[in-house]
């Protein structure tokens, strides 16, 4: 199969003068996009945030100097797009193609405003075209394929029986191809196996409304029949069971995970495309997400999919967030102060604000305010001794990370770099309210910074 991932990240830099509260018009150019797994088995580290590719995308934003009260505009504003995960898993046919590239967006001519550029989007691991082997059962010899020729590279070995596809192995099977067998899932299909009598399947509905809440963690919905999307996605696997213990231990292993979302996705037991038997039996996956990003109720918005005459629907889905969640210390970073839901709206002392659009991690503001900082130490702008009282203009000391959310949906890593120390009580900025009400800050930190340090550490996390 085709897996492709297409990032695009949108960053927004400060006009001159330094930004003054919160401007949305640039944030609202960029298209909120569904992201979340695959709609059946694909390989999950191919869908996966990379942090590693994203902190290098962030430091890359810094790209002149930048002091309090002239972080300057850039000229050359390119098209902004919105940072999606994009699955090609099954033909286009079968999944709305990827949203077309936002306008360019003009500048403001407000000098209290945020102005957006564009970064290049972040390397991402690389890809491969085939999808898990199987080995889920026949296919009836009845069910062939329909107007299709099989245009892979194959190669032979004296010791196997059928040529063999490149890049595969010998008795490899092709999920993409029509007719092929799919990943089996590990759960018992309805005995009236179609989509009412999936979704009124009550032994679905017991283990989700049976389910203990984790500890450490706080239940948002239960037995939903939708899966979490948003900008927050990080990565899901399948599972043996319906089994909430084993993906709030696949969240607490991974330094960005705020949330969960456990689910049962009917799936088909063959590939219905370009196959004369398209409406094939189901099989069931256990499905686990993770996220940064807060789960509820109105993240549940993916309700399946069709694959030809097969419907992909999904139940039993439980929704769980972090009780509590303090993000990890960056590389030369230290002091993490919690600001709540509040932004710190300190124009003078202010030199450049971005917003990462992907899951909460304020690892991407660190790497921006130390390549900012590196900038301005190689133009001579930066003052050691001076900076240490908080009186250096060209210096970041402290940078706030906060997370966004646009109608109730995890957005993006908003950064904001200060020459001067603040403390959680002077974040005063709400931007829930006003004229920016479909806006919202989920979580916010503060770090102090090393002004002497620089982004080295590409593909750091507390883990490693």
């Not at 390989?43 to 430091?59: D, M, N």
């Not at 970064?119 to 062939?144: E, F, L, M």
């Not at 490899?172 to 999936?198: M, R, S």
Request: with cysteine; net charge neutral.
């Amino acid at each position: 199969m085709r897996y492709s991932i297409i990032l695009g990240a949108a960053a927004l830099v400060a006009a001159s003068p330094a930004p003054q509260a919160f401007d949305p018009n640039g944030l609202d150019a960029v298209a909120t996009l569904t992201q979340g797994p695959p709609v059946g088995v694909g390989p999950a580290q191919e869908t996966a945030y990379q942090p590693g590719a994203a902190q290098s995308q962030a430091a890359a934003a810094a790209t002149a100097t930048a002091i309090a009260q002239s972080a300057k505009r850039s000229i050359n504003e390119k098209s902004l797009k919105a940072r999606t995960f994009w699955w090609s898993w099954h033909s286009l046919k079968q999944i709305s193609p990827a949203p077309a590239p936002v306008p360019s967006v003009t500048s403001t001519t407000s000098t209290s405003t945020v102005v957006p550029t564009t970064t290049s989007a972040p390397v991402v691991a690389a890809q491969t075209t085939k999808a898990p082997s199987t080995t889920d059962g026949v296919v009836p010899s009845s069910c062939t394929p329909v107007s299709w020729t099989n245009t892979y590279a194959f190669t032979s070995d004296s010791a196997c029986p059928t040529a063999i596809e490149v890049g595969t192995y010998c008795g490899f099977i092709n999920p993409d191809d029509p007719c092929a067998p799919q990943p089996a899932g590990k759960g018992v299909p309805p005995t009236d196996d179609t989509v009412n009598g999936f979704l009124n399947n009550d032994a679905y509905k017991q283990l989700a409304v049976g389910a203990q809440t984790p500890s450490g963690y706080m239940q948002s919905f239960v037995n939903l029949q939708g899966a979490t999307t948003g900008n927050g996605y990080l990565s899901y696997k399948t599972l043996d069971s319906y089994d909430v213990a084993t993906c709030s231990k696949f969240c607490d292993d991974s330094d960005t995970c705020t949330g969960f979302n456990i689910y049962i996705e009917r799936d088909p037991k063959w590939n219905p495309h370009q196959c004369s038997c398209d409406n094939p039996p189901s099989t069931i996956n256990y499905k686990c997400s993770i996220w940064g990003q807060k789960l509820t109720k109105d993240t549940a918005t993916n309700t399946g999919s069709g694959r030809d005459s097969f419907q992909v629907v999904i139940t039993g889905s439980n929704g769980y967030n972090k009780a509590t969640y303090t993000p990890p210390t960056p590389p030369s970073c230290s002091r993490p102060q919690n600001c709540g839901k509040k932004l710190l709206n300190q124009a003078p002392y202010c030199m450049g604000q971005k917003t990462f659009p992907g899951p909460f991690d304020p690892s991407l503001c660190a790497a921006y305010a130390q390549a900012q900082n590196a900038i301005n130490r190689k133009f001579g702008i930066i003052g050691a001794f001076l900076s240490l009282f908080g009186m250096n203009k060209g210096a970041c000391i402290q940078f706030q990370a906060a997370y966004l959310e646009k109608a109730g949906l995890g957005f993006g890593t908003h950064c904001r770099l200060f020459t001067k120390k603040f403390t959680p009580d002077q974040a005063t900025l709400d931007i829930s309210v006003g004229g920016t009400s479909q806006w919202g800050c989920q979580q916010a930190f503060t770090w102090d910074v090393d002004v002497n340090a620089s982004f080295t550490w590409g593909g750091w996390s507390r883990k490693n």
